[in-house]
Antibody, heavy 121, light 107 residues
């Protein structure tokens, strides 16, 4: 049974760096073909894909946010970490991590519950 | 990036109705399309991938069709638990992109 759960601050100030952790179980990021991605959703708006990391440490980023994002994994802890620099109020959103079952096919079959991050001074 | 456009943005329907949601890609994406269902305050749930393959555990009243640029999600007999927002997502090319969503409301 695959589960994922996001953790991190609920409130960050503008210009600060956001660090979110995805802790998962039911699969290993050392298994060939497996990936974990991050997707966000501003209140009342649509989903936006942010980043992905694969078992072989291949990383993909949203072109529009690439300069601000870093995704890393800790296979021993079953965790994936996303950092986003220079946070702005427009980055207020629910942030989800999700399991990508097929390498280079960027769809997501299991999702975490999401964590709402508010950017405000 | 490929733009995904869903129509309608919202619809009202009754339990038992047949509902169809359309998703159009700004360029051809073969069959690299997924559909998700999202209920308020919950994470999206994968319904369909590869345009027409039902995810394990998803009721058979959900079906998907299409290829290239035009796709549809059909709910054959709407149930009360199906009132939600539905999103399409292309994964033909990087970056993956989502449609703006279609909210299915109770008439």
């Amino acid at each position: 049974q695959i589960t994922l759960k996001e953790s991190g601050p609920t409130l960050v100030k503008p210009t600060q760096t956001l660090t979110l952790t995805c802790t998962f179980s039911g699969f290993s990021l050392s298994t060939s073909g497996v990936g974990v991605g991050w997707i966000r959703q501003p209140p009342g708006k649509a989903l936006e894909w942010l980043a992905l990391i694969y078992w072989d440490d291949d990383k993909r980023y949203s072109p529009s946010l690439k300069s601000r994002l870093t995704i890393t994994k800790d296979t021993s802890k079953n965790q994936v970490v996303l950092t986003m620099t220079n946070m702005d109020p427009v980055d207020t959103a629910t942030y989800y991590c999700a399991h990508d079952p097929v390498v280079t096919e960027y769809y997501f079959d299991y999702w975490g519950q999401g964590t709402l991050v508010t950017v405000s001074s | 990036a490929i733009r995904m456009t869903q129509s309608p943005s919202s619809l009202s329907a009754s339990t038992g109705d047949r509902v169809t949601i359309t998703c159009r890609a700004s360029q051809g994406i073969s069959s690299y399309l997924a559909w998700y269902q999202q209920k308020p305050g919950k994470a999206p749930k994968l319904l369909i991938y590869a345009a027409s393959t039902l995810q394990s555990g998803v009721p058979s009243r959900f079906s998907g069709s299409g290829s290239g640029t035009d796709f549809t999600l059909t709910i054959s007999c709407l149930q009360s638990e199906d009132f939600a927002t539905y999103y399409c997502q292309q994964y033909y090319s990087y970056p993956p992109t989502f449609g703006q969503g279609t909210k299915v409301e109770i008439k």
